[in-house]
């Protein structure tokens, strides 16, 4: 059954399933997916002179639990992510910017992962990992009905791990779980084109102001870059290398791309070099990782771990 979950009742919630599930003693155990603890810490954006710094920092899903994937939604009112309220799977949730609701998208057997939106904010699309998923992409309405696979018509069974869907062009880059390869799915045309292999398990992007992909590269000299592709000539270029062990990333809406490093906050722009613009230490974040900003970028959400402050 879905909810609507406050912040405040985290703590309740998860202290009466545990009794719920204790009290069943015939019962076999639940398999508890192995995930990471993670939380959600949301900012606002101040942009001066083309850099950018975040104030006004808060952890907005403070839980024992995976929370990940952040994705704002086209009108930045609210943001997509995965978590596992339920030891033994994730769903869907949606986080309200206005009224810090929680509300439950999905609700299945399967694993959801890589929560995205239609233009219009009514068709959701995910990865599922399940015994009938197929690893894919699916799609369903906001009430977890019409579920369908995004992929059927071309057959395609390669395991998607992540991927980024351009609406406009009905085109789809998606990084392989098992072979750390790229293929271009055309959804008009019903194609499929190997794109690159050596690829990093990062979301692909679509870069702001085009309809070409961003996506995480490791080359043969090691170095990891972040490269752009170009859908219809499928020529890629560099854009910048990746300094540090963290590969995730977002882009602006004014095209410079953000990425935790550290306890710091990086950003680089065409022709200039990364520059820190921020320090998550002061709220206690550890191990900061998926950072995604809203369309208009004016918010930002990032994934850490949560810690003492200053620390």
């Given at each position: 059954m879905k909810s609507v979950i406050q912040p405040s009742l985290f703590v309740i919630a998860v202290v009466l399933n545990s009794v719920s599930v204790l009290a069943v003693q015939n019962d076999p155990p639940e398999q508890v997916l192995e995930l990471p603890e993670c939380d959600i810490y949301l900012f606002d954006v101040v942009e001066e002179k083309n850099l950018i710094s975040i104030v006004n920092g808060r952890n907005v899903t403070q839980r024992v639990g995976y929370d990940n994937q952040p994705w704002f939604t086209p009108n930045g009112k609210t943001f997509l992510f995965t978590a596992n309220y339920q030891p033994d799977r994730t769903d869907v949730y949606e986080f309200d910017l206005a009224t810090a609701e929680i509300r439950q998208l999905t609700d299945s057997s399967d694993q959801e992962y890589s929560p995205q939106v239609s233009k219009d904010n009514q068709t959701l699309s995910f990865v599922t990992d399940g015994e009938t998923a197929n690893q894919s992409i699916w799609s369903s309405d906001r009430e977890g009905k019409n579920l369908k696979w995004v992929l059927k018509n071309l057959g395609e069974r390669e395991p998607v791990g992540y991927y980024a869907w351009n609406r406009s062009t009905e085109q789809i880059l998606f990084w392989s779980r098992y072979g750390f390869s790229l293929q271009l799915v055309d959804l008009q045309n019903n194609s499929a084109r190997y794109i690159t292999g050596d690829a990093i398990p990062v979301s692909p992007q679509i870069i702001p102001g085009t309809d070409n992909f961003s996506f995480v590269h490791r080359q043969g000299n090691g170095e990891v870059w972040i490269k752009e592709l170009n859908p219809t000539t499928f020529s890629i270029r560099p854009?910048?290398?990746?300094?540090?062990?963290?590969?995730?990333?977002?882009?602006?809406?004014?095209?410079?791309?953000?990425?935790?490093?550290?306890?710091?906050?990086?950003?680089?722009?065409?022709?200039?070099?990364?520059?820190?613009?921020?320090d998550f230490t002061e709220l206690g974040m550890q191990s900061p990782t998926r950072v995604a900003i809203s369309p208009d970028g004016k918010k930002l959400a990032v994934v850490a771990v949560e810690g003492k402050p200053g620390r």
């Open positions: 854009l910048v290398m990746i300094e540090g062990e963290n590969h995730h990333y977002a882009w602006t809406p004014n095209g410079s791309i953000l990425m935790a490093q550290g306890a710091k906050l990086k950003q680089w722009s065409p022709g200039s070099k990364w520059e820190a613009v921020a």
